[in-house]
Structure formats: structure tokens, C-alpha cells
């Protein structure tokens, strides 16, 4: 009787969990973006741009804009937000006409995935050049 309890108990606690991964794991984020951006070092032109996770922990996202046939991978760190968000959303920093991806917000989720600072952003900041965030809705698919 023992042995059925943390049986039961361990399944309890692993199943949300299994759940959680398979559910993040298949959240295809798509958004239009109607200008060029940085992800990391890397350019992306304006366009429809896809993001899902590359891995099952979601440490690893993939950025595809299929219309100018780019695709990369970048790590991306998930953070909690005190609140859940109301939609799917992509965060920009903008320094004038120069943006860099900085995270991507889930519908209904707190959870936010913060994607690492490039060289590039750092030198704008460093310089002391004001940014200013931009949030774009997007969907799931």
C-alpha cells in the first residue's frame, strides 16, 4: 500500500510536468512584422515570422521568416512575469530604425522567453542611445 502511494504521488507530480513540456513544445508563435529586425547577430527581414521551440525545455527557440527564406536558432531563457499575458506577443527594442528581438510572451501563460543581448544592442546602450519597447500581437498556430 505503501509502494502504491509514491507510485500515485510521484505520477501526480510528473504528469503536469510531462504535460507542460508537450504543450510547450508544440506552440508555434506567428506574427507580421512590418520591420527588419535582429535576432542576436543576425538580420531578419520584415515579414511573417514563425517562432517555436527547437528543444523540448524551450532553451532553444526557431526564428523562420519562410517568405525570405531565413531561419535561425537562438537560445532563449524562460522568465516568469507576476502576471499571465493576455496574448501572444512579440517584444521589440527599438533604437531608431534598428529593433532587436528581445522576448516572446504566451497567451494566458506567465511565462516569457527573454532571448539573449547582441553585440550590437549593447554597443546602442552603451553609447547611451534610447530604446524604446515595441509589443506586436501574434497568434498561436
Given at each position: 500500500?505503501?509502494?502504491?502511494?509514491?507510485?500515485?504521488?510521484?505520477a501526480?507530480?510528473?504528469?503536469?510536468i510531462?504535460?507542460?513540456?508537450?504543450?510547450?513544445?508544440?506552440?508555434?508563435?506567428?506574427?507580421?512584422?512590418p520591420?527588419?529586425?535582429?535576432?542576436?547577430?543576425?538580420?531578419?527581414?520584415?515579414?511573417?515570422?514563425?517562432?517555436?521551440?527547437?528543444t523540448?525545455?524551450?532553451?532553444?527557440?526557431?526564428?523562420?521568416?519562410?517568405?525570405?527564406?531565413?531561419?535561425?536558432?537562438?537560445?532563449?531563457?524562460p522568465?516568469?512575469?507576476?502576471?499571465?499575458?493576455?496574448?501572444?506577443?512579440?517584444?521589440f527594442?527599438?533604437?531608431?530604425?534598428?529593433a532587436?528581438?528581445?522576448?516572446?510572451?504566451?497567451?494566458?501563460?506567465?511565462?516569457?522567453?527573454q532571448?539573449?543581448?547582441?553585440?550590437?544592442?549593447?554597443?546602442?546602450?552603451?553609447?547611451?542611445?534610447?530604446?524604446?519597447?515595441?509589443?506586436l500581437?501574434?497568434s498561436?498556430?
Amino acid at each position: 500500500m505503501k509502494y502504491a502511494k509514491r507510485i500515485l504521488g510521484l505520477a501526480v507530480i510528473a504528469l503536469p510536468i510531462l504535460a507542460m513540456a508537450q504543450m510547450a513544445s508544440s506552440t508555434r508563435t506567428v506574427g507580421q512584422v512590418p520591420f527588419p529586425f535582429m535576432v542576436g547577430n543576425k538580420p531578419v527581414p520584415a515579414g511573417q515570422c514563425m517562432i517555436e521551440p527547437a528543444t523540448d525545455g524551450a532553451r532553444t527557440l526557431v526564428i523562420r521568416n519562410v517568405g525570405a527564406k531565413v531561419s535561425l536558432f537562438t537560445p532563449a531563457t524562460p522568465t516568469q512575469a507576476k502576471k499571465a499575458s493576455g496574448s501572444y506577443a512579440l517584444v521589440f527594442h527599438k533604437y531608431g530604425d534598428r529593433a532587436f528581438l528581445t522576448g516572446i510572451k504566451l497567451a494566458g501563460d506567465r511565462t516569457i522567453y527573454q532571448i539573449p543581448e547582441s553585440r550590437a544592442e549593447a554597443e546602442l546602450r552603451a553609447r547611451n542611445v534610447t530604446a524604446t519597447e515595441e509589443t506586436l500581437l501574434a497568434s498561436a498556430k
